[in-house]
């Protein structure tokens, strides 16, 4: 079975520039995440999805930062425009909704850096 | 607000010896706890989940406890070989979060296992 698969992994970009990320979960995995990670921390929630909605966006920059899940399979999370410290690793996750023992599953990551 | 703490940041040891990462958080009312690891440039990877009603997890070379009232997890690494060294990282899924809820993730440990 295929895991959580995320794209480009890397992305270098000015600032101020747009960029787009994209993540496709594991094939029945209703719930899809965005994580950001800063270096030398843990992951920090984005945004949340149950199939299609958007159920936990509260630490999503929404000035900046948006992102859609329009069939309930894949993602993209965008950011326009990009600021310097907006160089981080973003994370996709996936999980199923069998029981609170269910844990998520996560994609390699897209490393973005921002000059 | 849920804040999850692990000491120390790094950790470097011969090969051979047991080990002990510390997690701690600030409240105790969790689902459950987890410990992931993730290598350079790779997404995280679960470990162990213990349920809040559990004392402690086992796979392989790998124990992991939690004792709730405390605030506290210990991750136990028997026998560490040199592929053990990653970032290990602890996460809470807090009460009120449900199945799909998000974790709270500590900043990591990382390890070092040297021939």
């Known amino acids: 079975e295929a895991g959580v698969v995320q794209s480009p992994r890397y992305k270098i970009i000015e600032k101020k520039q747009p960029v787009a990320f994209w993540c496709n979960p594991i094939s029945g995995h209703n719930t899809l995440y965005w994580y950001l990670q800063n270096l030398g921390q843990g992951p920090e929630l984005l945004i949340r999805y149950e199939n299609e909605e958007a159920v936990d966006d509260s630490q999503l920059p929404k000035d900046r930062f948006s992102a859609e899940r329009l069939k309930g399979v894949d993602s993209t999370l965008k950011i326009q425009p990009a600021e310097l410290g907006d160089s981080a690793v973003y994370l996709c996750?996936?999980?199923?909704?069998?029981?609170?023992?269910?844990?998520?599953?996560f994609g390699p990551g897209t490393r973005l850096l921002v000059l | 607000k849920q804040e999850v703490t692990q000491i120390p940041a790094a950790l470097s040891v011969p090969e051979g010896e047991n080990l002990v990462l510390n997690c701690s958080f600030t409240d105790s009312a969790i689902y459950n706890l987890q410990w992931f690891r993730q290598d350079p440039g790779k997404g995280l990877t679960s470990l162990l989940l213990?349920?809040?009603?559990?004392r402690e997890q086992t796979s392989g070379r790998l124990n992991a406890s939690l004792d709730k009232s405390s605030g506290r997890s210990t991750l136990y690494i028997a026998a560490s070989q040199p592929g053990d060294s990653a970032t290990y990282l602890c996460a809470v899924r807090p009460y009120g979060s449900g199945n799909t809820g998000k974790l709270i993730f500590g900043q990591g440990t990382t390890l070092q296992v040297k021939p």
């Open positions: 996750a996936s999980s199923s909704n069998r029981g609170r023992a269910e844990t998520q599953y």
């Open positions: 213990i349920q809040s009603s559990q």
